[in-house]
């Protein structure tokens, strides 16, 4: 077992490599660079960076261990999220790109009022805070067994120094640098998965007709699931990938804001095209990677973690040797920092944008206060992560979309009605509509549970809650030529 020292080293040298990327990206920049990075990335480097982004410590770590609970049924998720990029390729990006945004909210201040596009806003940064926060504890904990708990440094201590780098290396230029830095963690993470596998099917003695057998015949490398009531059913799966694919990726800053640093619509779009088909095939490398694992510990006769995400961290930092050890430290060091730094910088540019309108302020004054703000939202993370970290007790990759099936939902639901319903909603109730569409989801989720021998619900979460938002939201609204007959009788009374 490789020694904590030398690992440590290692995430150092991974940290100073960062910082130059930082200062490579920082030389030259323009007053909007932190929130849209002159616009000048390459496309390709954006749909490579973004799959680092994309996957995080969730992928990186409890893919792979879920694959003893769930087979490949994962991938049937995934392939609802390719088909969601293709129809944010395809009918978003070409919109945001029209608007000319910095804050993608900004788009619903004409139809929702500034109350649905701050409450729009709001929800993200909640949403966003949420899931940045599982995901960052997740890769962080990692660290903190292997490293930081060997030499003496707390949990709280780990988490609070990887906030600090992050920060230091995207505070001056934003998006610019997460672009670029977001690129070197995706060779990594891809890098430690692939090299993994050529490492296990070694140790195996699989040679290249063994392997395939093993992804043909092996229970675990099943990917569809057609029992309704499953919560791995292909259709509640699918679905569900298309709907928090959009929402958490086609209506989130934090996706969004990466491909408007793209020069074009155009290439933006390609951008996104080429990435949703990247992304398929580097999640089924972390679930051929889990299968492998499994594999493995059968073999070799190992006991299995009390949790699956526990799994892979097991494995390599114990029984496969030294490059495997540095591989997986590198790797989650990776997830680690590329889920954070692009959830602070939309944190960021969301609140600035759209709640302190500062990019309509002089240059040194928005510096000061987006510091400030960013700094904020490293702190804030901090002490969801403590909080977290206290209370565990279920697979963070379900915590994260579960959370995300109740917080998205309203934010799609405010999307879709703004974009395909031709009515006037009231608007002082748009807050209290998209607060109540969770609690009911929720009660739903309990009721049909009781009532249908056991239904379980899984990531259709975000469905039912886009739904009852759009449905309430049509609910309390006007027609629209009943607004204007208003307008015209009363002009000031509608903006």
Not at 423 to 429: E, T
């Amino acid at each position: 077992m490789i020694s904590p020292i030398v690992l440590l080293l290692i995430v150092v040298a991974y940290f100073f490599a960062l910082l130059f990327v930082a200062w490579l990206t920082g030389r030259d920049n323009q007053q909007h660079t932190f929130y849209h990075g002159d616009r000048k990335s390459p496309w390709f480097v954006v749909a490579f960076g973004m799959i680092g982004t994309t996957i995080s410590g969730v992928t990186f770590i409890s893919v792979p261990g879920e694959v003893g609970n769930s087979a490949f049924h994962y991938f049937q998720f995934v392939l609802g999220n390719v088909a969601g990029y293709v129809l944010i390729a395809l009918f978003l990006l070409p919109f945001y790109y029209r608007e000319n945004v910095y804050s993608i909210y900004s788009v619903l201040e004409q139809k929702m009022g500034r109350e649905g596009y701050l409450t729009s806003s709001g929800f993200f940064i909640v949403s966003k805070v949420i899931g940045a926060s599982f995901r960052l504890f997740l890769a962080v904990l990692v660290l903190y067994l292997a490293i930081a708990s060997p030499l003496g440094l707390s949990f709280g201590g780990t988490v609070f120094l990887c906030l600090l780098l992050i920060w230091l290396y995207t505070f001056r230029s934003g998006i610019k640098t997460v672009v670029w830095s977001d690129t070197v963690q995706t060779v990594m993470l891809i890098a430690a998965a692939v090299i993994t596998i050529v490492l296990l099917l070694k140790q195996l003695s699989f040679s290249a007709t063994d392997f395939f057998s093993m992804l043909k015949s092996d229970p675990q490398t099943r990917i569809f699931d057609f029992q309704w009531q499953s919560p791995n059913n292909f259709f509640k799966q699918f679905f569900s990938g298309i709907f928090i694919t959009l929402a958490m990726n086609g209506f989130d800053q934090d996706i969004v804001q990466k491909n408007l640093t793209c020069k074009s619509g155009k290439k933006a779009r390609k951008n996104m095209l080429w990435f949703s088909v990247s992304f398929a095939i580097t999640v089924f490398l972390f679930l051929i990677l889990g299968a492998l694992l499994y594999s493995f510990v059968e073999a070799k006769g190992i006991a299995l973690p009390s949790k699956t995400d526990q799994l892979y961290p097991l494995i390599a930092l114990n029984y496969m040797g030294s490059v495997a050890s540095v591989l997986f430290i590198l790797g989650i060091s990776a997830a680690a920092f590329s889920s954070a730094d692009s959830a602070t910088t939309a944190l960021t540019t969301a609140f600035c944008i759209d709640f302190l309108k500062l990019h309509q302020r002089k240059q040194i004054v928005q510096s000061r206060v987006r510091n400030l703000v960013h700094l904020g939202f490293s702190i804030l993370i901090f002490c969801v992560i403590m909080l977290f970290y206290k209370l565990n007790n279920q697979s963070v990759v379900n915590a994260i979309f579960k959370a995300a099936g109740y917080t998205y939902g309203p934010i799609l639901g405010v999307y879709l009605f703004s974009f395909f319903v031709p009515r006037i909603p009231r608007r002082k109730l748009i807050l209290p509509i998209c607060l109540v569409a969770p609690l009911l989801t929720y009660g739903i989720t309990r009721l049909l549970f009781i009532v249908m021998d056991g239904y379980v619900f899984g990531f259709e979460l975000i469905i039912v809650s886009t739904l009852l938002t759009l449905a309430l939201l049509t609910l309390f609204s006007s027609p629209k030529n009943s607004v204007h007959k208003k307008n015209e009788s009363e002009p000031n009374s509608f903006n």
